[in-house]
């Protein structure tokens, strides 16, 4: 079974303050994807990473591809109240339609 | 822009009343998809047409159907609603494989009364 352990699964934090969410496997994945979802919405891709120790940079977001493949990071810098949202990670093999999902990360950045 | 479309965003339905949701595509992507998602889960798969080759999930209830008439449509039919079924519905669509990414609708809330 290919899982995608995400963490921390909620986070609150103070506009302004910086946050990293993580997301780990055992296994190797093509790419990992991001999306942001915010209430009553489907999720928006936000980035993928394919090369192991890629580093995208999305403005105030930063987005690692472990070297290995098997791992992720999304680190938020000077988190604002519009950064609210569910966080999910998507690993992605070739070959296959199915995106093995993380739990998603439910972030709530207060004014 | 191009992008994926699901109709109706609310729909509230009877309890065992049959239900067809909707979805439209203008990215020309070869891939669609059905996910089920309920309280700020991961969506879960269902479904996924590669053009007209329909591909189930093991475990997808046989209540949930899909059909794809073309490139841009594809419908969510249950047949029997229960009370179980009440999530958000989500569309999305790949070109190929999922390995770029995956394009989502805005999603169709169910309500079964």
């Known amino acids: 079974t290919q899982l995608l352990e995400q963490s921390p699964q909620f986070l609150s934090i103070q506009e302004g303050e910086n946050l990293t969410v993580y997301c780990n496997s055992s296994?190797?994945?093509?790419?990992l994807q991001w999306y942001r979802q915010e209430p009553g919405e489907g999720p928006v891709l936000l980035v993928t990473?394919?090369?192991g120790g890629e580093v995208k940079k999305l403005k105030r977001l930063t987005f690692q591809f472990g070297d290995a493949r098997k791992d992720s990071s999304l680190h938020i810098t000077a988190a604002q109240p519009g950064d609210t949202g569910l966080y999910l990670c998507a690993g992605a093999r070739d070959s296959n339609y199915q995106l093995i999902w993380g739990a998603g990360t439910k972030l709530i950045i207060k004014p | 822009d191009a992008m994926v479309i699901q109709n109706p965003r609310y729909q509230v339905t009877q309890f065992g009343k049959p239900v067809t949701l909707s979805c439209s595509q203008t990215?020309?992507?070869?891939?669609m998809y059905w996910y089920q998602q309920k309280s700020s889960q991961a969506p879960k798969l269902l479904f996924h047409?590669?053009?007209?080759?329909?591909?189930n999930e093991a475990d997808t209830p046989d209540n949930f159907q899909s059909r794809r008439p073309n490139t841009s449509f594809c419908f969510l039919d249950i047949r029997s609603p229960g009370l179980g079924d009440a999530a958000m519905y989500l569309c999305a669509t790949s070109r190929d494989y999922t390995i770029l990414g995956a394009f989502f609708g805005q999603g169709t809330r169910l309500t079964v009364v």
């Open positions: 990215l020309n992507h070869n891939v």
């Open positions: 296994s190797v994945f093509s790419s």
């Open positions: 990473v394919v090369t």
């Open positions: 047409y590669y053009d007209k080759d329909f591909n």
